[in-house]
């Protein structure tokens, strides 16, 4: 999971653990990820997890701001692990394209085996919202601002669609594939993160009454916020879909757009724009080639 140990991504990793996964929690700081390893170890140790089988979480060194540590870090990944069931993404659309096509021959390799179900869940706060001049992804006019425009925080509108228009392309690709890999966006909701709370903080003489009183109004807590990325990295009802012989049903989650909790919701219209879902991939694609991340 390439999410950093607090917040929804650390209330995700934790659930995934307690079920009897093997997670791996990917970070650029081995210190601050060591202790959310240790926590989540300390509650699995005192009677935490599912049945005999308890899980575990592993540090996965990884520099989402450089495409081409995502590369080797990825490529590492593959020389220690036979099998790769679930892979979850949060932001960075760029760095999100190279981890995925790098781990994507593993998770087709799992999804041959028998009894598998796999995912890829790319999860982002804000709207899949857009500025008014975008109206292309194509070489012109975004090549030369590119990596800024799509891979930082901020322009969370642009990098979420990005996330929905790279998933929704990618399940296409490998529908036709047949590769029986299910891909879902998910939109956590308003989640009292540590970013939000030092946000709500910062406002002069009402951040301590924001994030007291108002903060419990308008966010949820990290734990609600990881329910609908848990339930698509590894909920029943999507395992079930997955592995179902009816063809409507087995398609029922794949590329879907998930909102809080666990709803099937309707993206932008945008974001449902397959002209911008093959230029997105083109472009990426002609950017990280130019770059020497991908021949």
């Known amino acids: 999971m390439d999410w950093f140990s607090t917040g929804i991504g650390y209330a995700t990793i934790d659930f995934l653990a307690q079920k009897g996964a093997k997670v791996y929690m990917a970070s650029r700081s081995k210190e601050k990820a060591q202790k959310a390893i240790e926590e989540i170890g300390a509650k699995l140790q005192n009677g935490g997890g599912e049945g005999e089988s308890k899980g575990s979480v592993h540090w996965f060194k990884l520099e989402l701001a450089d495409p081409h540590s995502v590369k080797e870090a990825a490529t590492e990944f593959l020389a220690k692990e036979e099998r790769l069931d679930i892979l979850s993404n949060y932001k960075y659309h760029v760095s999100h394209f190279v981890l995925t096509a790098t781990l ?169 724009d397959e002209r911008l879902q093959k230029e997105l991939y083109e472009t990426t694609v002609e950017i990280l080639r130019e770059m020497g991340v991908v021949s």
């Open 104 to 272: 994507l021959p593993l998770l087709k390799q799992t999804a041959s085996l028998e009894d598998s179900d796999i995912c890829i869940a790319n999860c982002r706060q804000y709207g899949d919202s857009v500025s008014g001049y975008l109206d292309t992804y194509g070489a012109s006019p975004l090549s030369s601002p590119f990596m800024n425009f799509l891979q930082t925080p901020s322009h969370p509108g642009n990098t979420k669609l990005a996330n929905i228009l790279h998933l929704k392309h990618l399940q296409t690709r490998l529908n036709a594939e047949s590769a029986g890999i299910t891909c879902l966006a998910v939109h956590p909701g308003a989640v009292m993160t540590v970013g939000a709370t030092g946000f709500l903080s910062s406002v002069p003489f009402f951040g301590w009454f924001l994030k007291t009183f108002l903060g419990p109004l308008f966010f949820v807590s990290w734990k609600q916020g990881a329910m609908t990325s848990a339930f698509a990295a590894a909920g029943k009802e999507v395992a079930a879909c997955i592995k179902s012989t009816d063809e409507n049903e087995r398609k029922k989650y794949e590329g879907v757009y998930l909102t809080p909790i666990a709803n099937i919701s309707e993206p932008s219209m945008y974001a449902k």
